[in-house]
Every structure is written in C-alpha cells, then in structure tokens.
C-alpha cells in the first residue's frame, strides 16, 4: 500500500514482483495494480513468478495483463528460466516489455548482455521484430518517454543500436546457481540450451553520434 501511494503521488508506474506469502495471494497482489505498473522478474524458475509450481499460469496474470498490467522480463542472475519462459509463451503470456537486471554478477554470465537476452526469447519463438518493439517502443511508452526514446521519428534523441544476426551454434545458459530452493521456494534447475541464431552488437548511436566513450 505504501509503495502504490509513493506511486500516486508521483505520479508514475510502480515497479513490483510478486512475493510468495501464504496469506496474500498472487491474484490478490495482482489486482492492486493499475494499468501501467510493471511486474518485474516474472519469467524465472521459482514459484512466485509468471507460474505456480504446477506450471499453470498464476491465477490473474492475464487477466492483469489484459487490464494493462505490464509484465516485464527483468534477466538476472537467477531472474530467468527456459522452461517457464516456454510455459508461458505456450499459455499466452508473453513478455510486454524486455529487460535486463544486469550488474556486476549477472554481466559475467547468464545475462552477459541485452543481445545475449534477445538471443533467448528468439530461441524461444518470438520473431526479431516482436523482440524489439518489446525492448524499445514498448518500455519507452510505459516509462512515459515515447516521445524521446525508443522511435526514430524527427525530434527524437536519435539513440540506436546497431546489430546484426549470426548463425551457427551457440549455448544459452538461463541461471549458473545449481540450488533448486530459495529459502522455502523451489526452483528450477538451470539449464543450457543450443540456438542457430544469435544477436550481435556492431555499434551504439548516442544522440545521433557513435557512442565510444573508450575514446573520452
């Protein structure tokens, strides 16, 4: 309650993931929420993301999503999982928006990078175009900045990415930690897939200039 009053007040979306609490439901954490607040780490391996343990899609997810929740991926260290990322894809939950929790930990492997993330859900299934509107437009939109950020249009920061698809064969890793429990809460396995495709970084525009900050 206190977050989502922060939230009002200032007059922006609320950040959240889902904690697993025997007297607070996840359907029940899901309906506080407004249209325009994210939920955050929903595609890992534990209990208290995108699935229950039974690997049915947690009860007012879509409804949630539907409602203009927005699910967002959040990959960190242990903040994805091949097979409930599949789940839920199969189930019709797809990720609004893609994103990385990338720090000093996870940039060392599973995450490595925001192409390295790309990479998996094409793996997954998800066209490139798809994959990117959910890395640009989208968040850009749902951060309120889509007049600035993630388009192209005249006026705006002129921020791109430049990258290009490699094909060959390529291990994906979702989580290096081999535990299976967090605290009371199962998880699932890591595991290591191999994709024929892969997202490469050739180069970064920062305000319409090549970004080398090597060079500064």
Known sequence: DLALEAAR??????????????????AEQL???????????SFHGFEDGVL??????????????SRGVVID?????????????EKALANGVVPDTV??????TSIKGPVYDFATTITKLMHLGMSLEEVMRRS???PARVMRLGDRLG?????????????????????LVDRLSP????????????????????????????????YRPWLK
């Open 9 to 26: 007040s200032a007059d922006r979306p609320l950040l959240f993931g889902l904690r697993e609490d025997e007297d607070w439901a996840f």
């Open 31 to 41: 309906e506080l929420l407004r249209p325009g607040d994210v939920v955050t780490h």
């Open 52 to 65: 229950e343990g039974s690997g049915a899609v947690v009860e007012g997810m879509k409804d949630a999503q």
């Open 73 to 85: 991926l959040g990959h960190g260290a242990g903040g994805f999982s091949f097979k409930a990322a």
């Open 99 to 104: 994103s990385t929790d990338i720090h000093t």
């Open 136 to 138: 640009t437009e989208t």
């Open 151 to 171: 388009t192209l249009k005249v006026g705006a920061e002129g921020d791109v990415t430049v990258l290009k698809v490699e094909e060959g064969r390529f291990k």
């Open 179 to 210: 535990a299976t429990k967090l605290g009371s809460t199962n998880w699932e396995p890591g595991i290591t897939v191999e994709a024929s495709k892969k997202l490469v970084h050739v180069h970064t525009v920062k305000a319409g200039a090549v």
